[in-house]
């Protein structure tokens, strides 16, 4: 008998605040079934069948881990909300002659009851939705998903057994918040306001203080290598920033607003006003998470739609020809015309030509595709340190990880590559040079290096060829430099050796060129094999003067960065989805909670005269006064984050900028409205309480 009154205690403590209860459950349910849906495409066998797919189940992956720290943090957060809510009905169970024993058999049942809903429905849904979920990510990959519907057992146990584990942890938690209060404390639980937090002026100028300095860092990143270094410190200095603020600076704000005659003696103002300042630790609190959330969706978004939407650009850009090949020479000796002109024959005349096409075509049997479009050069790259206005080739920096930020990726060219390439005529002489550098300018008379001599710069550039290896796409600066002799000009620092024996400079000859048909994997990788043993016949032929050959084909990496650009995209929807979820539970249960704080002032004020159109005035006061705020400092800190962005987004082969503009202000402008649709709606949940208090 009395198993079945904790039961039907519980179930009806659960309808009676469904209100509360129903967009905890809702919120647990979309989380267990996004939890679900990310081991389910982590696990995907056509996935794992497709080249680059490891990308993806690595960002599913990593999804997964996401949701379950974010879940955790956030149902402990709605938890903690609804036991206050239901602390005063414990502490009236209590007073009637319930002993705390009895109150946690009805917690427990209300646990079993709230549970069950939540990881029942969520897998449901995700079983449901998982083959719709399946082909919309295919269909962003590009990919078929086909028509069949499977159910992962591993992705339901996995799933399962981590929600379990999470509200156990809750029901503990909330089991151990009763007993330590006795009935009175229950009782007055849901009604203890808050102190606005002492030293609020100082409290609020650090806050300032270190939005600053985050900012500061940001907006002064020039290189992604900087970006990677910085990224994380300035996060959490702007969320701590974020919370100092919303919780010190908004008592400040709404003080002044008090000081404010003609503002806060007004029947639209003075009920808000006067009843937020009073609770603005919690309040600046969840006002903060608010706009943390927001700022998280807006920048999940805006890169990654930019990198999706800019992925073919970028694959232009870094692959310019259907077939990519990078020879690395060996030292001064490789870097000589008589090997590169040999190299240039064998690519250039087609197959019999020379002895490696001849071997090459007799292993590969079949029509050779003509070559087209093929551009060929030299290049050394080296890595530089700024030195005495010049720079100090320092390659052991570069090999063991170490790599200066200040450094620049140094890449040498010669003058006839460069004229033939850019279609120019230049001239120069022994001592003079062409520079280009990616963004900020060099702005030197003249260039030296250290190991290699000195050079006057006749002029800076403003446009070079494509050379694949951009500074748009590089983890550091980039500087292209011309010179009329390129042999004389890096083979003083060619054959000098760092510490583990490699060369400190890395020359390469260079060779591109289109073929028909090259839009086919299966093509392009038959004249990439083609390409590559006649290299390897050379390299036979010549000796040492070739280290290795890199052949990279357009149709297989745009495969790859498509496998990664969108597996990210997936990956940040469905993230938003759940952060967008959190943010609208907030505002609700922020809106809730403060609606029966606020429902006994208002009856008063209704008692004295105060009419239901006035509270509506009043409450939309307070909208304005303060709930548009965390969406104000989420657009504050999109923009001061754009360089650290940008630089970040340069990492994954992005290269344009206006694009990454127009996506985050859109994603702005869309997120601002849902953000307006949903105050409106929560303020008509607040609104229902309010002006009900009388009646």
């Known amino acids: 008998m009395k198993l079945h009154l904790y039961r ?31 081991h389910f495409l982590e696990s995907s066998p056509i996935i794992n069948e497709v080249r680059g797919g490891d990308f993806t189940q690595l960002f599913m992956g990593l999804g997964g881990v996401v949701i379950r720290f974010f879940a955790l943090l956030f149902l402990f957060y709605t938890n ?85 584990e999470i509200y156990l942890f809750l029901l503990i938690c909330t089991v151990w918040r009763v007993w330590r209060l006795n009935p009175l404390e229950l009782l007055q639980s849901s009604q203890v306001g808050e102190k606005p937090p002492k030293a609020q002026r100082l409290t609020a100028l650090f806050g300032l203080l270190l939005l600053g300095s985050a900012y500061y860092l940001a907006v002064t990143i020039k290189e992604p290598l900087q ?92 692959f310019p020809r259907h077939i990519n090949m990078e020879v690395r020479l060996n030292g001064s000796e490789g870097l000589k015309r008589e090997l590169t002109d040999q190299l240039e024959d064998a690519m250039t005349l087609g197959a019999g030509s020379s002895a490696g096409m001849e071997a090459a075509a007799a292993e590969m049997p079949g029509a050779v595709p003509a070559r087209q479009n093929i551009r060929t050069y030299r290049k050394v790259a080296a890595y530089g340190l700024p030195l005495d206005g010049g720079y100090s080739i320092d390659m052991d920096r570069w090999v063991m990880g170490a790599a200066d930020p200040t450094g620049r990726v140094i890449q040498f060219f010669s003058l006839e590559d460069f004229n033939e390439l850019m279609g120019t005529d230049a001239d ?41 290896f951009r500074s748009e796409i590089s983890a550091m600066s980039l500087m292209d430099v011309v010179v009329k002799d390129l042999d004389a000009a890096a083979g003083a620092f060619c054959d000098l050796t760092c510490q583990n024996g490699q060369t400190w400079a890395y020359p390469e000859w260079i060779c591109e060129y289109d073929i028909e048909g090259g839009d086919d994997e299966e093509t392009a990788r038959t004249e990439a094999a083609r390409a590559g043993a006649a290299i390897e016949q050379i390299r036979l032929a010549t000796g040492a003067k070739i280290r290795g ?67 509506r005035r009043s409450i939309n006061s307070q909208i304005l006064t303060v709930f548009f705020l965390p969406l104000l400092f989420a657009g504050i800190h999109l923009i001061f984050a754009f360089p650290l962005l940008w630089q970040l987004l340069r990492l994954f082969g992005s290269v344009n900028l206006a694009l990454f503009v127009r996506m985050a202000q859109l994603c702005f402008l869309v997120y601002g409205v849902c953000y307006a649709a949903v105050y409106k709606l929560t303020a008509g949940a607040y609104y229902g309480i309010v002006s009900g208090a009388k009646e």
């Open 227 to 318: 970006a990677i270094l910085v990224f994380v410190a300035a996060v959490l200095m702007v969320i701590a920033a974020t919370y100092i603020l919303f919780i010190a600076g908004s008592v400040t704000f709404c003080r002044m607003l008090q000081k404010n005659k003609r503002y806060y003696y007004k029947p639209n103002h003075f009920v808000s006003v006067s009843s937020m300042v009073y609770r603005m630790k919690r309040n600046g609190a969840g006002l903060a998470s608010i706009c943390i959330l927001s700022t998280m969706i807006l920048v999940m978004l805006s890169c990654t739609v930019a990198l999706y939407v800019g992925d073919e650009t970028s694959i232009q850009k870094r």
């Open 8 to 38: 039907r205690l519980a179930a009806e403590g659960i309808r009676k605040n469904r209100r509360l209860y129903a967009p905890y459950m809702m919120a647990g349910s979309v989380m267990v079934m996004i939890h679900y849906l990310l």
């Open 428 to 468: 120069l002489a022994d001592d003079e040079c062409l520079i280009y550098c990616y963004g900020e300018k060099y702005g030197r008379d003249t260039f030296s290096i250290t190991e290699g001599g000195s050079w006057r710069v006749k002029a800076e550039m403003d446009d070079f060829f494509e050379s694949g």
């Open 80 to 164: 903690s909300f609804l036991i206050r809510q239901r602390s005063r009905e414990f502490g009236l169970y209590n007073v009637l002659g319930m002993d705390k024993r009895n109150l946690t058999r009805i917690m427990i049942w209300e646990s079993v009851f709230s549970t069950a809903i939540s990881i029942g429905s969520g897998l449901l849904l995700g079983i449901l939705f998982s083959k719709l979920a399946e082909i919309g990510f295919f269909y962003i990959l590009k990919l078929d998903a086909g028509y069949a519907m499977s159910v992962s057992v591993r992705s339901l146990a996995l799933t399962l057994r981590f929600f379990l």
């Open 549 to 615: 050959t890199d052949i990279s084909m357009r149709v297989v990496e745009r495969r790859y960065s498509l496998m990664m650009d969108g597996g990210l995209l997936f990956l940040g929807l469905l993230l938003s989805i759940v952060f967008v979820i959190a943010s609208v539970l907030i505002i609700y249960y922020k809106q809730i909670s403060e609606g029966y704080e606020d429902q006994a002032r208002f009856g008063i004020m209704q008692s004295v005269g105060m009419t239901k159109r006035e509270i």
